[in-house]
């Protein structure tokens, strides 16, 4: 369960009605509540007995200006939700200031990946029991969120917010009913991965309801492992196995491993890999097959079994005109 978000300073009350007309279409906005609510405690140290209840632009520059530390894609995330919320209460009062666009420099996006192998998979599940507290549940927990993330491709998000009730064991399937901008789909799991789940349950049963609203994920007692608690866990893991780097590998680079393992394997196969990319988009819950190319990769094997691939077919001409 998500934890719930106050807001305190003159427009809270605007940022409620923003946030819930927002999950109304049927948006979680979790994530974008909390990076509105570093402008909301911004709003109630700085301007605490403003009286009007709308935007302006020195405050947005003020704000803006507080961000300055943060990496140039992270800022523009976190101000993203930011211009939302200035564009809904521009609507309402046109007196009120859309946050723009070129308040900030533009930054290229680059596509961060990081290599994570099966053996190192591996390495970091077995870590668990090593590096967290064995007794804990918690500990259980990110074992098999690690495991199914790099087994399914599911986002973290999406992980998070499954329930009892979200698994279908005969059929071996896992329903996402909160996907990205709310999209639901099902999505299949290996025997392996479904008896992985199975010992997990059964460690779980001690610890929570089994109730199918209840979260799948445990962090301690009958509460959800929220996202937090998962990320520190996984950092100290990749930190014990040797997988550093600057920043650490993210719980997204065993969803980008798992499209890249995917793809991989139909190329080992001889499967027609751009034909199969409609496939891995329903599966990982992309709106665009556009997303799902970002995942292509060209590495030293790839690269051999392209050019093995070329000679077969220079060798096979060359011997049908002799």
Known sequence: MNKMIHFRSVLAEQMQQFVDFKRMQGHDYSDQAWKLSCFDSFLFEKYDGVQNPFLHL????????????LAGYTRCDRLSAL???SRYLHARNPSSVILPRDIVPGCKSTLRFYRITPEQVA???????MVLPPESIRTHAIRMLIGLLYCTGLRIREALNLTIGDIDMKDSMLHVTKGKFAKQRLVPMSPSTLAALSKYLAIRESYASTNRCSALFIGAYDKALSRQQAYRGFCRLCQHCGLDGTPLPRF?????NYACQRLALWREEGKDVNAMLPVLATTMGHAK???????FHIELGDLRWAASRLNTHFNTHLEKKQ
């Open 58 to 69: 020195d405050m947005l520059q003020a704000f803006v200006a507080t961000t300055t530390h």
């Open 83 to 85: 211009r939302e919320f």
């Open 123 to 129: 390495d970091l599940m077995k870590a668990t029991m």
């Open 252 to 256: 997204h680079d065993l969803r980008h």
């Open 289 to 295: 097959f556009f997303y799902t190319q970002t995942y």
